[in-house]
């Protein structure tokens, strides 16, 4: 059949139209297939270990892969520590770097991707984690990250509100006197009290989100709703397994910031993949 160039009024109408089945398309993976979240099973720490273990064989099986996909996350971690130095904002760097682990796992979604293909067909390469780019999968995990980022940008001010009401509001003369502020003085220590207090809040609030919803995203087409409900689930009935894997990612993330940063090369696939493997073990497959 002969096609015609059109007029303006068509493409107008082809536009409004392949906008509406865009946003349709949004809509349903927001939505989800699933109306309610599935049965989660009762976790040990022999599940830990399993997942830690098989976590560590996808990293040692795709290391060239992880490794080239997580990159960016060491030399943003480098990029925000200069730029804390040179607006004169030192206090908030240790916030920054604790920062980084409300915003794992959205960064992992590829491993997820990458450990579940290998799971499924005994191979995957790096490929695999950009198959997640597709509208079903694409959308909600870029809606249950712009929640962790606003939770991040959250802890960054209560962070700064902090610093102000102990050691500041003026900026410190130096990286010496500020340690010895922190260290040796009573606004220092109240400082790092609440900091940490505050930060447990906060990352505590993420891990029971986040740790099933993101693979479980992946998994199947749940929603975000039905997937941070499995979460929350599996956290609650799972509280001391829970409480254990989340105290393990922060110290295992903090050790991954030093030195600047570069540790979260290993780190963070590390943790990735086997925070799916938790994932399987915490909810049952589909039948």
């Given at each position: 059949?002969?096609?015609?160039?059109g007029?303006?009024?068509?493409w107008?109408a082809?536009?409004?139209f392949?906008?509406?089945?865009h946003?349709?398309?949004?809509?349903d993976a927001?939505?989800?297939?699933?109306?309610?979240?599935?049965?989660?099973?009762r976790?040990?720490?022999?599940?830990?270990?399993?997942?830690?273990?098989?976590?560590l064989?996808?990293?040692t099986?795709l290391?060239?892969?992880?490794i080239?996909?997580?990159?960016?996350y060491?030399?943003l971690?480098?990029?925000?520590?200069?730029v804390?130095?040179?607006?004169?904002?030192?206090p908030?760097l240790?916030?920054?770097?604790?920062?980084?682990?409300?915003?794992?796992?959205?960064?992992?979604t590829?491993?997820?991707?990458?450990?579940?293909?290998r799971?499924?067909t005994?191979?995957?390469?790096?490929g695999?984690a950009?198959?997640?780019m597709?509208?079903?999968?694409?959308?909600?995990?870029?809606v249950?990250?712009?929640?962790?980022m606003?939770?991040f940008?959250?802890?960054?001010f209560?962070?700064?509100?902090?610093?102000n009401?102990t050691?500041?509001p003026?900026?410190?003369a130096?990286?010496?006197g500020?340690?010895?502020?922190?260290l040796?003085?009573?606004?220092?220590?109240?400082?790092?009290?609440l900091?940490v207090g505050?930060?447990?809040?906060?990352a505590?609030?993420?891990l029971v989100?986040?740790?099933?919803?993101f693979?479980?995203?992946?998994?199947?087409?749940?929603?975000?709703t039905?997937?941070?409900?499995?979460s929350?689930?599996?956290?609650r009935e799972n509280?001391?397994?829970?409480?254990?894997?989340?105290?393990l990612?922060a110290?295992?993330?903090v050790?991954?910031?030093?030195?600047?940063?570069?540790?979260?090369?290993?780190v963070?696939?590390v943790?990735?993949?086997?925070t799916?493997h938790?994932?399987?073990?915490a909810?049952?497959?589909e039948?």
């Open positions: 059949m002969t096609r015609t160039i007029n303006p009024l068509s107008m082809d536009a409004a392949g906008a509406g089945r946003a349709g398309a949004a809509t927001l939505r989800g297939t699933v109306s309610a979240p599935p049965q989660v099973r976790l040990t720490l022999e599940d830990l270990k399993s997942a830690l273990r098989k976590g064989d996808d990293f099986s290391r060239s892969d992880v080239f996909l997580i990159a960016i060491p030399i971690g480098i990029a925000l520590s200069l804390a130095f040179h607006m004169a904002r030192l908030m240790f916030p920054l770097a604790a920062g980084f682990t409300l915003l794992g796992p959205m960064v992992a590829g491993l997820y991707e990458m450990s579940r293909q799971e499924a005994g191979q995957a390469g790096w695999a950009f198959s997640v597709t509208a079903p999968v694409i959308v909600p995990v870029l249950l990250g712009m929640v962790l606003g939770i940008i959250a802890w960054m209560a962070a700064s509100v902090i610093y009401a050691l500041g003026q900026p410190p130096s990286v010496g500020f340690l010895g502020d922190v040796t003085t009573a606004p220092g220590w109240t400082m790092m009290v900091g505050v930060g447990f809040v906060f505590g609030a993420v989100l986040s740790m099933i919803s693979p479980m995203l992946i998994d199947r087409r749940a929603g975000v039905v997937a941070v409900l499995t929350v689930k599996v956290a509280p001391r397994i829970v409480a254990i894997w989340g105290l990612v110290v295992v993330m050790l991954g910031t030093l030195p600047a940063f570069l540790g979260l090369v290993i963070l696939p943790l990735g993949h086997a799916w938790l994932y399987r073990a909810v049952p497959g039948a």
